[in-house]
T-cell receptor
Framework: DSGVTQTPKHLITATGQRVTLRCSPR?????VYWYQQSLDQGLQFLIH???????AKGNILERFSAQQFPDLHSELNLSSLELGDSALYFC?????????????FGNGTRLTVT | AQSVTQLGSHVSVSEGALVLLRCNYS??????LFWYVQYPNQGLQLLLK??????LVKGINGFEAEFKKSETSFHLTKPSAHMSDAAEYFC????????????FGTGTRLTVIP
């Protein structure tokens, strides 16, 4: 158990809809990262927050947004969903903002867009 | 361009045989390097990491990896494969100073043949 909690585990929705994925980091970790894992793209970094502030953006679509709240949990919002958004979305946390700290991953949310 | 390359998307070894999973990186700055393992329906779990110091690092489950700067490589090895090692393995590198943004390789699926 990594200590990172992601909900829900599975999500099935239709194209055009909006969903919210939630992540609770390990106790004491201030950084939260979101990754998308799909068969054709592999693991893609989406966004990084540290102590409530956005720190880095990766291959995140404009239809996607995220935030980290004062209690350090994070939410990833996906809107105007397309079939190609079907993927496994991982949240990871680490204690530091940068450098050598490893990431601790949750078990992911599997999103299926029909 | 900064990248992480894993040679071989699928590797099969016999139980008891040597495991060798290859990883090369491309970076303009000395990277921090990581190996993660993913079991089915689970998140990624840290196997080992290299930050500074000794270039041969030992991880969990008998795995180790050696950082070779001259070859820009960080190959993962285990002397004797066990059935429980069957999983997907990801090499990752923090290629940017001042940012904890991990670049992941495309993964190598390890099959262990009894």
């Amino acid at each position: 158990d990594s200590g990172v909690t992601q909900t829900p585990k599975h999500l099935i929705t239709a194209t055009g809809q909006r969903v919210t994925l939630r992540c609770s980091p390990r106790s004491g970790d201030l950084s939260v990262y979101w990754y998308q894992q799909s068969l054709d793209q592999g693991l893609q970094f989406l966004i990084h927050y540290y102590n409530g502030e956005e720190r880095a953006k990766g291959n995140i679509l404009e239809r996607f947004s995220a935030q980290q709240f004062p209690d350090l949990h994070s939410e990833l919002n996906l809107s105007s969903l397309e079939l190609g958004d079907s993927a496994l979305y991982f949240c990871a946390s680490s204690v530091a903002e940068s450098g050598s700290s490893p990431l601790h991953f949750g078990n992911g949310t599997r999103l299926t867009v029909t | 361009a900064q990248s992480v390359t894993q040679l071989g998307s699928h590797v099969s070894v016999s139980e008891g045989a040597l495991v060798l999973l290859r990883c090369n990186y491309s970076s303009s700055v000395p990277p921090y390097l990581f190996w993660y393992v993913q079991y089915p329906n689970q998140g990624l779990q840290l196997l080992l990491k290299y930050t500074t110091g000794a270039t041969l690092v030992k991880g969990i489950n008998g795995f180790e990896a050696e950082f070779k700067k001259s070859e820009t490589s960080f190959h993962l090895t285990k002397p004797s494969a066990h059935m429980s090692d069957a999983a997907e393995y990801f090499c990752a590198a923090n290629l940017q100073t001042g940012a904890n943004n991990l670049f992941f390789g495309t993964g190598t699926r390890l099959t262990v043949i009894p």
